[in-house]
């Protein structure tokens, strides 16, 4: 009886409100638009065109995507330990060393198939071992992890420069860069699933990467539901102290997840540069650690949230650039405004809308929400 | 005849689908103590909060001293005399009393001239009531009676006629509670009138005029206090006889199964909690802490729970040493046969959030029936918990179901078929019965006799004083983290209370 609310059928509180929140958010970004004086409407036409009107739209829009589930995974599992990780930008940053050491050591003596297992083993490796400072930090000083995990970013973004400027960088080269890799550290494209269904395109960043998000998408479900080392994760979540109780180890289980959400944001770095560029570049994760925050809050958390999520950020990505191509009047950073927009709408403003929808709801159907009431009324 | 000081004419009040507030009529009569009792959720305290302008009514009216009155915050209801002395206080307690009794009341922007006249008003109202508090204490220093003695003062200073006490004797001592009880009598005197809001019968038939009995929202029954029973009480609040007495047998001690000598605790401040504490507890019986709130009953159990680390001291476990002082583990005690029902079961026993079957493992995920490999063996999980819902009467009867969805009452057995299934040697229990039903109350005693014949070594802690009474076979009493006494099972109350206040054993004696 404590809750002021009664419950949302399921498919309104994961349906129909993030919908509203997005329908909101949107509504307020042509607001801006307008101000600027461009057309809503077209900017609007040209987002989605830009997103999904080409096979070449599609495939960026699912390339910027699989950064963004792995990034969205990443801040997902820390948040179920009630972590705050925000340092998936400098984890995926390091990540990438990983990638850049295995294929630069092995472009020319392994296959691609046997690359790319190397190459998420050192991504997610490197991008554990970057979120597992602040861990220990945060489980044995006290040292919060919001804080920590954000200077871990800048470190992550000087090392990273210190070594492409340096060590990485192949003699007599100009540019802040690796040597390209050969042919066999490159993930397969996966221009030709979009080609079956009749999209025509010459090149597509898409490549493996997508399915092995997809594939991490199933496995962060599995961890967290249905495992013991996720049971231990959600009780601290909700209550360390009730983790404490169950004889759950502190220092243990913080630890242990921010390595976890550490080496998802490492695999991102996958996707760029061994799915894309095939060479390590300077500030190649383009802010999607960040947007994976984003992202993590749309989708609830959940695997089934984040992928649709990060598909929603990708659609953004790619049709955003299509309209700063079109309307020069509206550059990249109304992209970025309309980005903070949704984790307003959808992250801190969640709830709302939920009153209003309740009461409409159970004067709409009583029973269905009556369905739920009895359960909750049976003590 | 006067008009009533309260009148509520078909309130109505829903959470959802939930009817916590169902055509409520009451009439409190001018200058009476009035009693409100019911089980946790029958709605006692949203008609309060409805009364104080906390949450507004779907439907009904509301009528002050005979007027027709809208009270949509809480600033409505002092304006029309409504005082409400809530069961956690709402007091700045690094405040002196003063500062605290004029806050929100401050009268101008400058704080002296409101400083002055509220000294001065403070001073009539002690005169008046036998309310001596001193008016530059910090409250935090004051005894909890005294704090409240505060809250008290703050609705009468802000001209209060209609005083509501929300459950005000969870926290006190007897004495505190009578000297309480003397204080409303004074107020009543005076011609104020007071809603009295509890779970405790002895307390109604003890002080109030009027009771009116609350049951799944509604109102079941008003009766004059002097003529109803204890009884009939309990029985209206429930819907069935209840036996208010616990049945229990002769004790039969055993080997000793807990042992804990010269145990010393501190808090993360520094401050001395448990102060070198000595007692055993034997197969076979139940051994009852009494003591006031926040006196170390709680720093105790978490210690030997291995929730807490211990200053110094030694506590042993079937004769084996429990590293209290260093890396106890709640996990590993678990394994060697501690259970520990804690005292918090929100925020420690229980994860709200979680599925009924996945509180029904806590602590216990690590038995390799639930486990498949480092996978959770779902199946077996929910087998189990369905098991326990049976056994226990776990209402409504769905492991499925959000935990905090479930009634206190039902929240408690949840935790105790847990601890109690694993068939520990030793229980702890830390309020087995805070905000429980008087339903689940008997349920959870005659399952802790049960323990205790079925030759189980059971630590009780329990602030009500009534409880440890009736379920120990021996009781210790503590008093500022020290065991100031130990009595049997027919030691008075009086007696028990002047020990939980901290008089000494010698005096009590005498």
Known sequence: ?379 | MAPAAIELKGINKSFGAVHANRDIDIEIPKGTIHGIIGENGAGKSTLMSILYGFYQADSGEIFVDGKKTDIQTPNDAIAAGIGMVHQHFMLVENFTVLENIILGAEGSQLLNAGISRARSELHRLEQDYGLEVDPDAVVEELAVGLQQRVEILKALYRGAEILILDEPTGVLTPAEADHLFRILRMLKDEGKTVVLITHKLREIMAVTDNVSVMRQGTIVATRKTAATTVEELAELMVGRRVLLRVDKGEPNPAAVKLSVRNLTVKDSRGVTMVNDVSFDVRAGEIVGVAGVAGNGQSELIETIAGIRKAVSGTVMLDGKPIDVTGAADPGELRDRGLAHVPEDRHHVGLVLPFEENENAMLGYHDDPKFLNGPFLNIDAIRADAREKIQKYDIRPADCRLKTANFSGGNQQKIVLAREMEHDPGVLIVGQPTRGVDVGAIEFIHKQLIAMRDGGKAVLLVSVELDEVRSLSDRILVMFDGRLVGERGPDATEGELGLLMAGVEAREAAE
Request: one cysteine or more; charged letters at 10%; a positive charge.
């Open chain 1, 1 to 379: 009886m404590s809750t002021p609310y009664a419950k949302l059928p399921a498919w309104a509180d994961y349906g129909l409100i993030p919908v509203i929140n997005l329908f909101v958010a949107f509504a307020v970004a042509g607001l801006v638009v307008l101000l600027v004086g461009e057309s809503p409407v077209q900017a609007a036409t040209l987002l989605i065109k830009g997103a999904f009107g080409s096979g070449a739209g599609i495939g960026y829009t699912l390339y910027y995507a699989t950064s963004f589930i792995f990034t969205g995974l990443a801040v997902a599992v820390a948040f179920h330990c009630g972590l705050f990780n925000i340092g998936g930008e400098g984890q995926a940053y390091v990540g990438g060393l990983g990638v850049a050491i295995v294929c630069l050591s092995f472009d020319s003596v392994f296959p691609w198939w046997v690359n790319f297992p190397l190459a998420i083993l050192g991504s997610a490796a490197i991008g554990a071992f970057w979120a597992m400072i602040p861990a220990i930090l945060q489980a044995k000083r006290g040292s919060h992890i919001v804080i920590t995990t954000i200077m871990f970013n800048f470190i992550a973004a000087s090392l990273m420069v210190y070594l492409l400027v340096g060590p990485l960088k192949p003699a007599n080269s100009m540019a802040p860069q690796t040597r390209t890799f050969a042919q066999d550290a490159w993930l397969p494209k996966l221009g030709w699933v979009l080609e079956l269904f009749g999209a025509s395109i010459r090149s597509t960043p898409l490549n493996l990467s997508f399915v092995l998000a997809l594939v991490m998408a199933v496995v962060v479900w599995v961890l967290i539901w249905r495992t013991k080392l996720g049971y231990e994760i959600r009780t601290y979540g909700f209550s360390p102290k009730a983790a404490k109780y169950a004889g759950v180890g502190e220092a243990r289980i913080i630890v242990v997840t921010m390595m976890l959400s550490g080496a998802l944001a490492g695999m991102m770095a996958l996707n760029p540069v061994m799915g894309d560029q095939h060479r390590l570049q300077l500030d190649f994760v383009t802010g999607a650690g960040f947007v994976g925050i984003a992202v993590a809050l749309m989708g609830r958390s959940h695997p089934a949230g984040i992928v649709p999520a990060a598909i929603l950020f990708g659609m953004l990505y790619q049709g955003g650039a299509e309209i700063s191509f079109v309307m020069p009047n509206i550059s990249r950073d109304m992209i970025v405004i309309i980005q903070g927009l949704v984790i307003l709408f959808a992250g801190a403003l969640e709830h709302m809308f939920r009153p209003s929808l309740q009461a409409a709801l159970a004067s709409l159907s009583p029973k269905s929400m009556g369905m739920n009431a009895t359960k909750r009324e049976g003590a």
